[in-house]
Protein backbone atom coordinates (compact mmCIF):
# COMPACT_ATOMS: atom_id res chain seq x y z
CA UNK A 1 0.00 0.00 0.00
CA UNK A 2 1.14 3.48 -1.17
CA UNK A 3 0.17 6.50 1.03
CA UNK A 4 1.42 10.08 0.13
CA UNK A 5 1.03 13.52 0.37
CA UNK A 6 2.36 16.20 -2.45
CA UNK A 7 2.06 19.25 -1.30
CA UNK A 8 2.77 22.58 -3.31
CA UNK A 9 3.41 25.08 -0.47
CA UNK A 10 0.90 28.12 -0.61
CA UNK A 11 -1.26 26.26 -3.70
CA UNK A 12 -2.39 22.98 -3.69
CA UNK A 13 -1.55 19.56 -2.01
CA UNK A 14 -2.62 15.97 -3.48
CA UNK A 15 -3.12 12.76 -1.32
CA UNK A 16 -3.24 9.69 -2.76
CA UNK A 17 -3.62 6.32 -1.69
CA UNK A 18 -3.13 3.10 -3.76
CA UNK A 19 -3.79 -0.39 -2.55
CA UNK A 20 -4.24 -4.07 -4.11
CA UNK A 21 -1.07 -3.89 -6.04
CA UNK A 22 -1.12 -7.18 -8.58
CA UNK A 23 1.14 -8.14 -10.88
CA UNK A 24 -0.20 -10.22 -13.80
CA UNK A 25 1.13 -12.21 -17.22
CA UNK A 26 4.79 -11.32 -16.85
CA UNK A 27 6.73 -13.01 -18.93
CA UNK A 28 9.87 -12.43 -21.66
CA UNK A 29 11.32 -14.90 -24.21
CA UNK A 30 13.27 -17.23 -22.57
CA UNK A 31 15.53 -17.77 -25.56
CA UNK A 32 17.27 -14.40 -25.39
CA UNK A 33 20.03 -14.11 -22.82
CA UNK A 34 19.65 -11.67 -20.05
CA UNK A 35 23.45 -10.69 -19.84
CA UNK A 36 26.16 -12.22 -22.57
CA UNK A 37 29.28 -11.51 -21.82
CA UNK A 38 31.65 -10.95 -24.71
CA UNK A 39 35.05 -10.86 -24.28
CA UNK A 40 36.50 -9.52 -20.55
CA UNK A 41 35.29 -5.64 -20.84
CA UNK A 42 32.16 -6.06 -23.38
CA UNK A 43 28.47 -7.13 -22.22
CA UNK A 44 25.24 -6.87 -23.47
CA UNK A 45 21.86 -6.79 -20.93
CA UNK A 46 18.37 -7.44 -23.59
CA UNK A 47 15.75 -9.19 -22.84
CA UNK A 48 13.23 -9.53 -25.76
CA UNK A 49 8.76 -9.43 -25.64
CA UNK A 50 8.45 -8.88 -22.23
CA UNK A 51 4.47 -8.28 -21.42
CA UNK A 52 2.46 -7.62 -18.12
CA UNK A 53 -0.05 -6.17 -16.71
CA UNK A 54 -0.51 -4.07 -13.04
CA UNK A 55 -3.44 -3.79 -11.46
CA UNK A 56 -4.61 -1.21 -8.24
CA UNK A 57 -6.83 0.37 -6.86
CA UNK A 58 -6.91 4.24 -6.21
CA UNK A 59 -8.04 7.50 -4.67
CA UNK A 60 -6.56 10.78 -4.77
CA UNK A 61 -8.51 14.37 -3.33
CA UNK A 62 -7.08 17.57 -3.73
CA UNK A 63 -6.54 20.59 -0.89
CA UNK A 64 -8.52 22.64 -1.65
CA UNK A 65 -10.88 19.98 -2.62
CA UNK A 66 -11.22 20.54 -6.43
CA UNK A 67 -10.28 17.16 -7.75
CA UNK A 68 -11.09 13.50 -6.48
CA UNK A 69 -11.74 10.36 -7.99
CA UNK A 70 -11.34 6.42 -6.88
CA UNK A 71 -11.12 3.64 -8.77
CA UNK A 72 -9.32 0.74 -10.30
CA UNK A 73 -5.79 1.35 -12.70
CA UNK A 74 -4.41 -1.13 -15.38
CA UNK A 75 -1.28 -0.53 -16.86
CA UNK A 76 -0.82 -3.29 -19.73
CA UNK A 77 2.34 -3.53 -21.58
CA UNK A 78 1.86 -5.49 -24.74
CA UNK A 79 5.57 -6.50 -26.25
CA UNK A 80 8.98 -4.64 -25.50
CA UNK A 81 12.31 -5.75 -26.49
CA UNK A 82 15.12 -3.68 -25.26
CA UNK A 83 19.22 -4.06 -25.81
CA UNK A 84 22.21 -2.21 -24.64
CA UNK A 85 26.13 -3.11 -25.57
CA UNK A 86 28.41 -1.48 -24.01
CA UNK A 87 32.28 -1.86 -22.83
CA UNK A 88 33.56 -1.91 -19.35
CA UNK A 89 37.45 -0.68 -17.91
CA UNK A 90 39.16 0.15 -14.19
CA UNK A 91 40.86 2.97 -14.31
CA UNK A 92 42.72 3.79 -11.22
CA UNK A 93 39.76 1.70 -9.02
CA UNK A 94 37.06 3.80 -10.86
CA UNK A 95 35.04 1.36 -13.32
CA UNK A 96 34.01 3.85 -16.68
CA UNK A 97 31.26 2.41 -18.49
CA UNK A 98 31.22 3.17 -22.23
CA UNK A 99 27.41 2.23 -23.83
CA UNK A 100 28.14 1.42 -27.63
CA UNK A 101 24.21 0.63 -28.22
CA UNK A 102 21.06 1.20 -27.16
CA UNK A 103 17.60 0.07 -28.66
CA UNK A 104 14.34 -0.10 -27.56
CA UNK A 105 11.37 -1.21 -29.49
CA UNK A 106 8.47 -0.74 -28.02
CA UNK A 107 4.39 -1.00 -29.10
CA UNK A 108 2.04 1.02 -27.37
CA UNK A 109 1.34 0.50 -23.90
CA UNK A 110 -2.45 1.07 -21.98
CA UNK A 111 -2.35 2.86 -19.30
CA UNK A 112 -6.49 3.22 -17.82
CA UNK A 113 -7.95 4.88 -14.65
CA UNK A 114 -11.41 3.33 -14.11
CA UNK A 115 -12.60 5.54 -11.65
CA UNK A 116 -15.81 7.53 -10.98
CA UNK A 117 -14.66 11.07 -11.66
CA UNK A 118 -14.24 12.36 -15.56
CA UNK A 119 -11.09 12.75 -14.43
CA UNK A 120 -9.41 9.57 -15.15
CA UNK A 121 -10.55 9.72 -18.49
CA UNK A 122 -8.67 12.84 -19.04
CA UNK A 123 -5.56 11.49 -17.21
CA UNK A 124 -5.87 8.01 -18.97
CA UNK A 125 -5.43 9.52 -21.84
CA UNK A 126 -2.87 11.88 -21.38
CA UNK A 127 -0.83 9.84 -19.66
CA UNK A 128 -1.43 7.12 -22.30
CA UNK A 129 -0.27 9.39 -25.44
CA UNK A 130 2.91 11.14 -23.57
CA UNK A 131 3.87 7.96 -22.74
CA UNK A 132 3.84 6.36 -26.28
CA UNK A 133 5.44 9.70 -27.48
CA UNK A 134 8.24 9.60 -25.39
CA UNK A 135 8.83 5.69 -25.92
CA UNK A 136 8.29 6.11 -29.56
CA UNK A 137 11.04 9.38 -29.25
CA UNK A 138 14.01 6.73 -27.24
Known amino acids: MINRNITIPDLISVRFNLTNL ?8 PSVDLVSLIGNDQATFSFKDFRGKILANYMYIT ?6 DIGQIHFENYNTTFY ?4 SKFNDGI ?3 TLAEINLEMEPFALHFD ?3 DTSDVISR ?3 FSGNVIADRL
Open 115 to 117: GIS
Open 63 to 68: DPPLLA
Open 126 to 128: FLT
Open 22 to 29: KFEGFSID
Open 95 to 97: LNI
Open 84 to 87: MNGY
